[in-house]
């Protein structure tokens, strides 16, 4: 072939898409409200600054300022990336930097630029730029912060998308920032001073790198590779190397070395741990000295000194460097700076570990570590770290005798010893440039761009241009095989004056010094670039409407205003593809662009290239005005696309660059073609450079005459349309596919022909008449791409069965073929021509014609080495594997073929069972086609016997399947275009996991399965695990309250949708709301008698609502548990708090009655602790997930003090639901010093529950300052209240909590039995102190028994038993000996321990030290005694405590029975009393009933939350008992009260066991007892009994129903904290027990509740569960079943939770392995998302299940369909596309009557999917029956369906022989399938009667002439599965026998049933064709 075609220059290519550019940030900057504009504004009269142009009225008196500011002005663009996915979307970002202001814009060739960020910086912007910054995680992945950095004199601004600020100032002035894959690399300015220093060797680093914005600033260690003496380590400090640079990808810099006058290249990495002890040990020179000795001195002063030069204002001193030089360098300012910072220097460094915190730094710290007192501060700090750094930790001493000009000694010994700066990145050199010594001088000149850029095959280059030589340098780079190399084999010079890289085209535009544009790839020329409109000067003025106009005129800036007149072109002359669309928007323009024009006649020429985004670039004019162009793709279409990238496969690179180069020139050739006709351009060049004539071939010559109808569509060209026209419809209408459309019939599935693209098959003009078929022509044997003819016609082939894979891309398979049936005709390759063939019969017939190619020539072509005779057709190869034949690997192309290799597999892994298809097994399966030679690829089958594997279950294999498709990225959408029969077992597989899904499936995974429900609960997680406080996804809003009016009662946030689902049958949770309001005024009823005189009577009223008010305090308790976790806080509103209402209302009149009148004595400060507890209940609604900062809740302060308790139980709620970790230690040390007692109580509580057993140093400081036994015993008395001491103390025990913590052990044992000081000290309230020991050392010691590791000589149990029995005291050991030796002078207790008050603690201590152990011996102490004698010493109550304390360690043998709690009363009492015996019955009835309190309170905790009913009734049974024998007492003498009020403790006792056992179910019973309790007022009712009752019932329906308790040791504690049985007798009473700890409770509560919520509505809804629990030693495994939204049980007792069909999808949760997936579910809410199944109805609406789809349609199926109405069909499915498929083709219309049983067909196809649950078949299932329609009736257009259908059979067929039993798990089980099957079978076989010639003579290798027997014959040859018979007829043709037949037919692989068909035409038998050999043909055609 002729050498002209390479001839690149003399081609030329149009670009496209002109526009003016103008920086957008300029034009905002304008209109910014900056110093400079308001300076412009003062310069300006106010009457020209409004003239009509906006900015022109500036212009003039403005021109000299704005050309100061556009020096300074720069921008810089790139692609911006929405952060999703690569190619989501096109548009550019734009920063832009002018003065103070940087403007970040974004903007696109659609859409606008706008705005994204505009910052102002105090002083003038020295650069901008994009960094990212990695910022580590925990799980080893990095996260990157995304930022935009702005370098100033003095610091680095640096701004985050996601919204963080950092400041980091700079330790010396530098003079470029680059952005790095790790982070900022800095280049620091080198002053003069650097170099007087001297010998180069004692350098300061210049480069420096930032990894963090709240890192510090380290040097950069540099590695260079010496050709001597290998490679040496150092930091970079040489300060004439010039960094012009950096890439992320390779991560690498180039830097200049003007003393070599080299460039060189180095790569960036993280430094090694060797070269940083080398570098922080000896930086030492290449020749030995020691480096670090003799710099040192030098680099502390010297960096010092210039370190103030270097930061402008540095101390004090105005201006820059320059101004600086008056200020003395050893001045003693400078070294008084130097001192007063040197305390700073060493703490403001955060250290090497600083980066794992450092982004939760709040912007706060960034901003205070910039603003540190004194300007000069930081750049000190920096310098004296940098100087350290270098000396080695051992040279102090030598920096005296160092010669240091002007140094002083004490400033080189000022430095203390600090850590020096760990380097964290190294530069490794990898190539520098080489000099040959005579061009040394001429060729050192700096590169003014250096760019990456690859070409079109994929080979980099780095690019440096240096302007000076007007050359641009490339230099090939590869990375080696390992990746960590680059190699640099070679440079190339091109010629250039400027040049930048089109990375979206993989090609760079080069300026030459003439002026023109030319792109290159890589280093091969491609053409000149024409821009419209600049380089034709030719012109004329005659057209007066312009047609296209450059939108340049629009522009008016300063600097072009007076050059708005780039020439207009005639059309003729300007291919742009400019859309005509602009027209009308253009006109207002032309007077002002005429009237310059006449003024202007030089042509403005290109001066530079800036700016390059895709395939984008900017030109500077000469006139300083900038043009964007746009430079064409390679290709628009897809199929053009592919074929080049295959091309590239292929091929040589030399060749294939030849390919695409020409192939560009052709394609993109001024006035090039429009997209229809890519294709056919496409095939003629490509014919033509393999050697064909294309004028000759009669069906390439049509391609050239098949031009566009319509000249719109020709000036459009690849552009997406903007806006129509009619021509487009005319365009559309005249095409051959509409004609080719219209002709064939509706209801076939005409796809022969391609839209746009495709050579459409044009039967008239192609014809085989047209050209007789004996003509021949020679191929051209020199033509570049002859020798590779059969390596294309492979991989192109490869490409064809690739497409055929995709329905949307099937089309273009059309167009393929025909080029390639021609070179299948051309290589003599009948076999890959027969298939052609029978994929397009009447496609292929059409040609006949063929081109003569040298047999000689065709050996010595290359053949690629996995080409065979045999074609590879990807549909027999899964048709094989479904037949279980076996089969060669596939071949396939790697990065094209993508889906071939998917199928294959997934064919592989389900069809054939083999589990390691996917993994270790690949290369049985696929093969990668490479041009190498052939080569035996045989080996991997040998193996192939011996691993013969037991076959997987289906279902592993299912999942296996679905897991891996998904890990490949293949998704919903992409099986959707797989074609219905290869796609069938894919969706098998993923309907079977649909049935049995795994729980801890990803959302992708469930998203391929269509399990919503899983998909919406897996994103839930995955939002949970990004962002820790997140709520539910569930819009579970609690309703908003009706009544405006109505008093906040604090408990409107309950869920109403939830507590209505779980209590639907009454109003019980409204009057839970009513029982624990406390908001609104009480109603005081008091009949006033005839003889009380008014004044008693409102003395009466009153002291009956002080009563009432006694309740009323009692209420928040209560309501604090029942509100639990249910409310998100508004961070901008304060939290709402309900008012403790204590006034009352008395009927009639509902006057008021207040407290306050004076008219009887109220207590002091009653309602102090009842506030507390509001402002508790208060905050306890606060949820843990909610967001809470520190600000808030110091916002939440409130302004009076009367509030200041509330606020007190707000911080203590705040600590139980965890948020109090978020406030600042310096708010905490605030709210302490305040010395308000509530504050501290609820303080220290409150933090110390929220670091619950973790040990915290902090807290533990905090609490310790409050506790005198744990602080040292010299030090001052501090006057801490004694509640504040009990806080403390339990806060030890929580904080400690199971630690075991030996010391804290000793000090609280020693605290439970403390005596009584003198003074006052420590007199009052001694109980409760001595319990708060008590049951912290429990806390502590919690659980521990017998292992308390340490403490045996402490021998805690005996002293417990002695603090609990009594007895001698022990002498005070340890540090607190001193503090009590004088004795109290109040109380006198001798040297005996006091039981009364040591006794609770100890008992509750030792019963928490050995919960659930078992242990009998510590439990026979607690036995109470078995002597009446004896019984008298004890108190009852502590007879109460003892029981429980005995039961809770003896665990494991409380039973739910009376019996039980019967057996722990003294036999003594149970037995019938002997009157005669003098006993005191009151001290015996008082025994019994507390020692039943003690047994029932032990049952409750036992079976707290878990609702056992045994427990349950047993304790009912005694709650009446005790209600009995009340209602007895009440009516007994006066000696009996005493009774009642122990009768009244052991009842709220049972009554508080009764609610934790059922806690959170909201249990009728319990309720009913509450609310009689609720009721009783008068007598002996006091607060405390209140409190017990509303606790219970608070607990009863704790969080709302959400909550219950859990039987953790932990939970066990805090229980017994909180239901201590000694409840307050008045509302200030802190005797025995300090009443904040009864909010404890909290820390027991769990969230259990299950909320099914649907996946469609989003609503809760009913769900049947399936709870199975494990074994254990009560009872076997067992499995309930539950109806949620219901408390599930502890989840460590379960084995798996299941959603139980069969009206929802299953889900199995399964608990054996993990719990963590459930415990996360239930504690966001416990939504757990369900989906329905189709056809039935949720339990709301149908409770019984009689109204489902499939109810009606059991009592028979036929019936079942008839009686199916496409009407009801919204009931039983959601999917939008069902019900339109319903009501559009399934409801019979007027014009439809003749369709009707088209109609019923599709009713039931509907009904099959609904009921099956697969609406996905729905597609298929109509496919199958319109391939068999047209069948029917003979009118196929292609056999393409028949494929399809074929393959679905077999797999039909495989399932059922394979597993004949189960088929009921297979996606076609109805009737359908056999049906339509029976169909196809009938009509072929009819055909095959009529037709048996047809098929004889295609045996005997000749073609159908007619068309529509071609295509039948085509589809029976591929329905049939017969092979390629043209070289074997002779075999079949040769049988004789039947028998022969069948053996021979098994040789060729055609099955059993298929050959029977062919046995009448082989055989020529005269028996006909019903009998053959006596067996009916319909035996086998099943």
């Given at each position: 072939?002729?050498?002209?075609?390479?001839?690149?220059?003399?081609?030329?290519?149009?670009?496209?898409?002109?526009?003016?550019?103008?920086?957008?940030?300029?034009?905002?900057?304008?209109?910014?409200?900056?110093?400079?504009?308001?300076?412009?504004?003062?310069?300006?009269?106010?009457?020209?600054?409004?003239?009509?142009?906006?900015?022109?009225?500036?212009?003039?008196?403005?021109?000299?300022?704005?050309?100061?500011?556009?020096?300074?002005?720069?921008?810089?663009?790139?692609?911006?990336?929405?952060?999703?996915?690569?190619?989501?979307?096109?548009?550019?970002?734009?920063?832009?930097?002018?003065?103070?202001?940087?403007?970040?814009?974004?903007?696109?060739?659609?859409?606008?630029?706008?705005?994204?960020?505009?910052?102002?910086?105090?002083?003038?912007?020295?650069?901008?730029?994009?960094?990212?910054?990695?910022?580590?995680?925990?799980?080893?992945?990095?996260?990157?912060?995304?930022?935009?950095?702005?370098?100033?004199?003095?610091?680095?601004?640096?701004?985050?998308?996601?919204?963080?600020?950092?400041?980091?100032?700079?330790?010396?002035?530098?003079?470029?920032?680059?952005?790095?894959?790790?982070?900022?690399?800095?280049?620091?300015?080198?002053?003069?001073?650097?170099?007087?220093?001297?010998?180069?060797?004692?350098?300061?680093?210049?480069?420096?790198?930032?990894?963090?914005?709240?890192?510090?600033?380290?040097?950069?260690?540099?590695?260079?590779?010496?050709?001597?003496?290998?490679?040496?380590?150092?930091?970079?400090?040489?300060?004439?190397?010039?960094?012009?640079?950096?890439?992320?990808?390779?991560?690498?810099?180039?830097?200049?070395?003007?003393?070599?006058?080299?460039?060189?290249v180095w790569a960036l990495r993280k430094v090694t741990h060797d070269e940083r002890s080398t570098v922080l040990r000896y930086p030492t020179e290449p020749g030995g000295t020691l480096l670090g000795l003799m710099a040192s001195g030098f680099l502390t002063s010297h960096l010092r000194n210039t370190s103030r030069l270097d930061s402008p204002g540095g101390c004090g001193a105005a201006g820059g460097p320059g101004t600086g030089s008056s200020f003395a360098v050893g001045s003693p300012l400078h070294y008084s700076i130097l001192h007063s910072h040197q305390s700073r220097i060493v703490t403001s460094s955060p250290g090497i570990h600083s980066r794992v915190h450092s982004p939760n730094i709040s912007n706060m710290a960034a901003l205070s570590r910039a603003h540190s007192p004194g300007m000069?501060?930081?750049?000190?700090?920096?310098?004296?770290?940098?100087?350290?750094?270098?000396?080695?930790?051992?040279?102090?001493?030598?920096?005296?005798?160092?010669?240091?000009?002007?140094?002083?000694?004490?400033?080189?010994?000022?430095?203390?010893?600090?850590?020096?700066?760990?380097?964290?990145?190294?530069?490794?050199?990898?190539?520098?440039?080489?000099?040959?010594?005579?061009?040394?001088?001429?060729?050192?000149?700096?590169?003014?761009?250096?760019?990456?850029?690859?070409?079109?095959?994929?080979?980099?280059?780095?690019?440096?241009?240096?302007?000076?030589?007007?050359?641009?340098?490339?230099?090939?780079?590869?990375?080696?095989?390992?990746?960590?190399?680059?190699?640099?084999?070679?440079?190339?010079?091109?010629?250039a004056k400027d040049a930048e890289p089109l990375e979206s085209i993989n090609a760079m535009l080069v300026l030459e010094a003439c002026g023109s544009l030319v792109l290159y790839t890589g280093i091969t020329r491609v053409s000149k670039v024409f821009v419209p409109g600049l380089l034709s000067p030719s012109f004329s003025l005659s057209s007066q409407t312009p047609h296209l106009s450059t939108p340049l005129e629009n522009v008016s800036t300063p600097a072009n205003s007076s050059h708005r007149h780039i020439q207009r072109l005639e059309e003729d002359n300007m291919p742009s593809p400019l859309s005509d669309g602009r027209g009308p928007n253009i006109k207002h323009h032309e007077a002002s662009f005429l009237e310059d024009y006449i003024f202007q006649k030089a042509t403005p020429n290109i001066q530079t290239l800036r700016d390059p985004v895709f395939n984008r670039v900017t030109l500077e004019l000469s006139s300083g005005s900038m043009l964007r162009i746009s430079i064409p793709e390679i290709a628009t279409s897809d199929l053009?696309?592919?074929?080049?990238?295959?091309?590239?496969?292929?091929?040589?690179?030399?060749?294939?660059?030849?390919?695409?180069?020409?192939?560009?020139?052709?394609?993109?050739?001024?006035?090039?073609?429009?997209?229809?006709?890519?294709?056919?351009?496409?095939?003629?060049?490509?014919?033509?450079?393999?050697g064909y004539n294309t004028e000759r071939l009669s069906w390439t010559q049509h391609l050239h005459f098949e031009v566009p109808l319509s000249p719109v569509i020709a000036a459009k060209k690849a552009r997406p349309s903007d806006g129509g026209s009619d021509e487009d419809w005319d365009y559309l209408m005249a095409s051959h596919y509409h004609q080719q459309m219209t002709s064939q019939s509706a209801c076939g599935a005409a796809e022969t022909s391609g839209a746009k693209n495709s050579i459409s098959t044009d039967t008239d003009s192609l014809s085989p008449a047209s050209s007789p078929s004996s003509q021949s022509f020679k191929l051209d044997s020199s033509a570049l791409l002859f020798p590779h003819i059969p390596a294309l016609f492979y991989v192109l082939h490869l490409l064809y069965q690739e497409l055929q894979l995709d329905e949307l891309h099937r089309a273009r398979a059309a167009s393929l073929v025909c080029l390639l049936q021609q070179l299948a005709r051309d290589l003599q390759m009948d076999e890959y021509l027969d298939l052609y063939w029978r994929d397009y019969p009447s496609l292929i017939s059409c040609f006949t014609e063929s081109c003569v190619i040298d047999q000689a020539l065709i050996g010595q072509m290359q053949h690629p080495s996995s080409m065979s005779s045999e074609p590879p057709c990807i549909f027999s190869w899964l048709s094989n594997c479904l037949r279980g034949v076996k089969n060669p690997p596939f071949p396939y192309l790697p990065g094209i073929c993508q889906r071939t290799r998917l199928l294959v597999l997934s064919y592989a892994l389900y069809v054939n069972g083999d589990e390691n298809a996917t993994s270790t097994d690949v290369s049985k399966y696929i093969v990668k086609a490479s041009a190498g030679l052939k080569f035996c690829t045989s080996e991997p089958h040998i193996k192939r016997q011996n691993n013969v594997k037991v076959r997987v279950s289906s279902e592993g294999l299912a999942e296996q399947l679905v897991v891996w498709l998904t890990s490949e990225g293949f998704t919903l959408k992409d099986l959707e275009s797989v074609p219905f029969g290869v796609a069938l077992p894919i969706r098998e597989a993923i309907y079977r996991c649909r049935e049995k899904p795994r729980s801890d499936w990803s959302e992708e995974v469930c998203l391929l399965i269509g399990r919503q429900d899983l998909t919406k609960q897996a994103h839930n997680m995955t939002l949970a695990k990004t962002k820790p406080s997140v709520g539910s996804g569930l819009s579970l809003e609690p309703p908003a309250t009706t009544e405006a009016d109505e008093e906040e009662d604090g408990m409107s946030d309950i869920i109403q949708e939830v507590t209505g689902l779980i209590w639907s049958q009454d109003l019980r949770v409204q009057?839970?709301?009513?029982?624990?309001?406390?908001?609104?005024?009480?109603?005081?009823?008091?009949?006033?008698?005839?003889?009380?005189?008014?004044?008693?009577?409102?003395?009466?009223?009153?002291?009956?609502?002080?009563?009432?008010?006694?309740?009323?305090?009692?209420?928040?308790?209560?309501?604090?548990?029942?509100?639990?976790?249910?409310?998100?806080?508004?961070?901008?509103?304060?939290?709402?708090?309900?008012?403790?209402?204590?006034?009352?209302?008395?009927?009639?009149?509902?006057?008021?009655?207040?407290?306050?009148?004076?008219?009887?004595?109220?207590?002091?400060?009653?309602?102090?602790?009842?506030?507390?507890?509001?402002?508790?209940?208060?905050?306890?609604?606060?949820?843990?997930?909610?967001?809470?900062?520190?600000?808030?809740?110091?916002?939440?302060?409130?302004?009076?003090?009367?509030?200041?308790?509330?606020?007190?139980?707000?911080?203590?709620?705040?600590?139980?639901?965890?948020?109090?970790?978020?406030?600042?230690?310096?708010?905490?040390?605030?709210?302490?010093?305040?010395?308000?007692?509530?504050?501290?109580?609820?303080?220290?509580?409150?933090?110390?529950?929220?670091?619950?057993?973790?040990?915290?140093?902090?807290?533990t400081r905090l609490l310790s300052i409050h506790i005198p036994a744990l602080l040292p015993p010299t030090s001052t008395e501090l006057d801490v209240p004694h509640n504040v001491q009990v806080a403390a103390v339990i806060g030890i025990g929580l904080v400690y909590q199971g630690t075991g913590h030996r010391h804290n052990a000793e000090v609280l044992l020693s605290e439970i039995g403390r005596p009584p000081g003198p003074e006052m000290e420590y007199c009052t309230d001694r109980e409760s102190?001595?319990?708060?020991?008590?049951?912290?050392?429990?806390?502590?010691?919690?659980?521990?028994?017998?292992?308390?590791?340490?403490?045996?000589?402490?021998?805690?149990?005996?002293?417990?038993?002695?603090?609990?029995?009594?007895?001698?005291?022990?002498?005070?050991?340890?540090?607190?000996?001193?503090?009590?030796?004088?004795?109290?002078?109040?109380?006198?207790?001798?040297?005996?321990?006091?039981?009364?008050?040591?006794?609770?603690?100890?008992?509750?201590?030792?019963?928490?030290?050995?919960?659930?152990?078992?242990?009998?011996?510590?439990?026979?102490?607690?036995?109470?005694?078995?002597?009446?004698?004896?019984?008298?010493?004890?108190?009852?109550?502590?007879?109460?405590?003892?029981?429980?304390?005995?039961?809770?360690?003896?665990?494991?043998?409380?039973?739910?029975?009376?019996?039980?709690?019967?057996?722990?009363?003294?036999?003594?009492?149970r037995e019938n009393v002997d009157p005669s015996e003098d006993i005191n019955m009151d001290a015996m009835t008082q025994a019994q009933d507390y020692i039943t309190a003690g047994a029932c309170m032990a049952l409750g905790l036992r079976f707290a939350g878990s609702a056992n009913s045994d427990a349950f009734d047993c304790l009912h049974e005694f709650a009446k008992t005790f209600m009995k024998i009340m209602a007895f007492a009440g009516t007994a003498p006066v000696g009996a009260q005493t009774s009642y009020y122990n009768l009244q403790t052991g009842l709220s006792m049972i009554l508080l066991a009764m609610?934790?056992?059922?806690?959170?179910?909201?249990?009728?019973?319990?309720?009913?007892?509450?609310?009689?309790?609720?009721?009783?007022?008068?007598?002996?009712?006091?607060?405390?009994?209140?409190?017990?009752?509303?606790?219970?019932?608070?607990?009863?329906?704790?969080?709302?129903?959400?909550?219950?308790?859990?039987?953790?040791?932990?939970?066990?504690?805090?229980?017994?904290?909180?239901?201590?049985?000694?409840?307050?007798?008045?509302?200030?009473?802190?005797?025995?027990?300090?009443?904040?700890?009864?909010?404890?409770?909290?820390?027991?509560?769990?969230?259990?509740?299950?909320?099914?919520?649907?996946?469609?509505?989003?609503?809760?809804?009913?769900?049947?569960?399936?709870?199975?629990?494990?074994?254990?030693?009560?009872?076997?495994?067992?499995?309930?079943?539950?109806?949620?939204?219901t408390l599930l049980p502890e989840l460590h007792l379960l084995k798996r939770v299941k959603v139980k069909g069969p009206r929802y999808w299953e889900l199995s949760v399964d608990l054996s392995k993990e719990t963590q997936h459930l415990k996360s579910i239930l504690s966001r809410d416990g939504v757990l998302y369900v989906k329905l199944r189709a056809g039935q109805l949720p339990y709301k609406d149908d409770p019984q299940g009689w109204k489902s789809l499939l109810a009606t349609a059991i009592n028979h199926l036929n019936s079942g369909v008839r009686a199916f109405k496409p009407e009801a069909i919204s009931t039983f499915t959601s999917e939008p596309v069902l019900i339109s498929f319903a009501e559009f083709f399934c409801k019979t219309s007027e014009g439809m009557k003749h369709k009707e049983d088209t109609q019923l067909l599709f009713s039931a196809m509907l009904y099959e999917c609904v009921t099956k649950e697969c609406p996905e078949m729905l597609p298929t299932y109509i496919a199958i029956e319109q391939a068999v329609t047209a069948m029917r009736h003979s009118d196929v257009q292609q056999t393409f369906p028949l494929w399809q259908l074929r393959l679905v059979i077999e797999f039909w067929?495989?399932?059922?022989?394979?597993?004949?039993?189960?088929?009921?798990?297979?996606?076609?089980?109805?009737?359908?399938?056999?049906?339509?099957?029976?169909?196809?079978?009938?009509?072929?076989?009819?055909w095959l009667k009529e037709n048996s010639v047809v098929v004889r003579s295609y045996m005997r290798g000749q073609v159908p002439s007619r068309e529509a027997q071609s295509l039948m014959l085509a589809c029976f040859l591929i329905y049939r599965s017969i092979p390629f018979l043209k070289s074997s007829h002779t075999q079949l043709e040769g049988c004789t026998s039947f028998g022969d037949l069948v053996s021979h037919g098994s040789q060729l692989g055609i099955p059993l049933r298929d050959l029977l068909r062919l046995v009448p035409i082989l055989l020529d038998s005269p028996i006909g064709s019903h009998s053959l050999l006596g067996f009916p043909l319909q035996a086998f055609s099943s």
């Open positions: 072939m002729s050498e002209v075609v390479y001839e690149e220059t003399a081609t030329m290519i149009a670009a496209g898409e002109l526009q003016s550019f103008v920086p957008f940030g300029r034009e905002h900057c304008r209109n910014h409200p900056n110093a400079f504009n308001l300076q412009l504004r003062e310069l300006q009269p106010a009457s020209e600054l409004w003239s009509s142009d906006g900015a022109a009225g500036l212009v003039g008196s403005l021109q000299e300022v704005s050309l100061q500011e556009r020096e300074r002005e720069h921008w810089q663009l790139r692609k911006g990336s929405t952060g999703f996915k690569e190619d989501d979307v096109e548009f550019e970002e734009e920063l832009y930097a002018a003065g103070n202001v940087v403007v970040w814009s974004k903007g696109s060739r659609t859409q606008a630029s706008s705005v994204y960020k505009a910052f102002t910086v105090d002083s003038p912007v020295q650069q901008v730029l994009w960094c990212n910054f990695a910022v580590p995680h925990s799980t080893d992945e990095e996260d990157f912060e995304h930022t935009v950095c702005i370098v100033q004199s003095s610091c680095v601004n640096v701004h985050s998308v996601t919204g963080k600020d950092f400041l980091s100032p700079l330790p010396f002035q530098v003079s470029n920032a680059w952005a790095t894959q790790f982070g900022l690399l800095l280049e620091r300015k080198s002053t003069a001073n650097d170099t007087q220093l001297g010998s180069p060797g004692e350098a300061l680093p210049t480069l420096f790198s930032m990894l963090h914005p709240l890192d510090e600033i380290a040097p950069v260690v540099c590695r260079s590779g010496g050709l001597i003496q290998g490679s040496c380590v150092q930091y970079a400090c040489d300060s004439t190397m010039k960094v012009l640079f950096t890439s992320s990808q390779p991560s690498m810099v180039v830097s200049y070395d003007p003393m070599q006058g080299t460039h060189s000069a501060a930081p750049s000190f700090t920096g310098a004296a770290r940098f100087s350290q750094s270098f000396n080695s930790p051992n040279s102090r001493g030598h920096h005296g005798c160092l010669p240091s000009p002007n140094s002083t000694l004490n400033e080189s010994m000022l430095v203390p010893e600090m850590e020096p700066i760990i380097p964290n990145l190294c530069m490794e050199q990898l190539w520098s440039e080489t000099v040959t010594a005579g061009c040394h001088r001429e060729m050192s000149s700096q590169a003014s761009k250096v760019f990456i850029t690859s070409d079109l095959c994929e080979n980099h280059y780095l690019c440096f241009l240096v302007e000076s030589h007007q050359q641009l340098r490339c230099v090939k780079f590869i990375e080696s095989n390992d990746s960590s190399q680059l190699i640099f084999p070679f440079v190339t010079a091109i010629p053009v696309r592919n074929c080049l990238q295959v091309i590239r496969f292929i091929l040589p690179k030399e060749v294939a660059m030849k390919v695409l180069v020409k192939w560009y020139n052709i394609y993109n050739a001024p006035g090039g073609p429009s997209a229809h006709a890519e294709w056919n351009q496409f095939v003629t060049c490509f014919m033509a450079l393999m009057e839970v709301r009513r029982l624990l309001q406390s908001s609104r005024p009480v109603r005081v009823s008091v009949v006033q008698l005839p003889e009380v005189s008014d004044h008693e009577y409102i003395e009466e009223k009153e002291n009956k609502l002080l009563q009432l008010c006694q309740r009323t305090m009692a209420l928040p308790v209560g309501r604090g548990l029942f509100t639990l976790f249910s409310y998100h806080p508004v961070p901008t509103e304060p939290l709402p708090v309900p008012k403790l209402n204590l006034t009352g209302r008395a009927p009639p009149r509902n006057t008021m009655v207040d407290l306050n009148s004076g008219n009887i004595d109220v207590p002091p400060n009653m309602t102090s602790w009842p506030s507390f507890h509001n402002g508790v209940a208060a905050g306890l609604k606060i949820a843990p997930a909610s967001q809470v900062e520190s600000a808030w809740i110091a916002y939440n302060k409130p302004k009076t003090p009367e509030l200041a308790n509330e606020y007190a139980g707000f911080l203590m709620a705040l600590g139980l639901n965890g948020h109090l970790t978020k406030l600042a230690t310096l708010n905490i040390h605030d709210y302490l010093t305040k010395g308000h007692e509530m504050t501290s109580i609820g303080l220290l509580l409150g933090v110390s529950s929220a670091r619950l057993g973790t040990m915290d140093m902090s807290i102190y001595s319990l708060a020991a008590g049951l912290a050392l429990g806390m502590v010691c919690l659980g521990h028994g017998s292992n308390l590791i340490g403490m045996t000589d402490l021998n805690v149990p005996e002293q417990l038993y002695q603090y609990m029995v009594g007895g001698h005291r022990r002498a005070q050991v340890g540090a607190n000996r001193e503090r009590h030796k004088s004795p109290s002078y109040q109380i006198k207790e001798g040297d005996t321990i006091n039981v009364d008050v040591t006794c609770p603690g100890a008992t509750l201590a030792l019963a928490m030290i050995y919960l659930k152990t078992n242990n009998r011996s510590i439990a026979d102490w607690l036995k109470p005694p078995d002597t009446w004698f004896l019984l008298d010493f004890i108190k009852p109550e502590f007879l109460l405590l003892r029981t429980l304390a005995r039961c809770i360690i003896m665990w494991d043998e409380i039973l739910p029975n009376t019996e039980w709690v019967k057996s722990n009363i003294p036999q003594i009492i609610s934790m056992i059922m806690a959170g179910t909201g249990d009728l019973k319990v309720l009913q007892l509450c609310r009689f309790l609720h009721k009783r007022t008068g007598g002996e009712m006091n607060y405390g009994f209140h409190m017990a009752h509303h606790m219970a019932l608070g607990l009863l329906f704790l969080g709302g129903g959400r909550y219950t308790l859990s039987t953790s040791n932990s939970a066990i504690a805090a229980l017994l904290c909180a239901l201590y049985p000694h409840f307050p007798a008045h509302s200030t009473d802190n005797r025995y027990h300090l009443q904040a700890l009864r909010h404890l409770a909290v820390l027991a509560a769990e969230p259990r509740l299950l909320v099914p919520v649907d996946v469609d509505s989003l609503k809760p809804c009913y769900v049947l569960l399936e709870v199975t629990y494990k074994d254990s030693k009560w009872y076997k495994e067992t499995t309930v079943e539950l109806m949620a939204p067929d495989s399932r059922m022989l394979r597993s004949p039993g189960n088929c009921h798990d297979t996606l076609l089980t109805s009737e359908f399938l056999p049906v339509m099957k029976n169909a196809v079978d009938v009509a072929l076989d009819s």
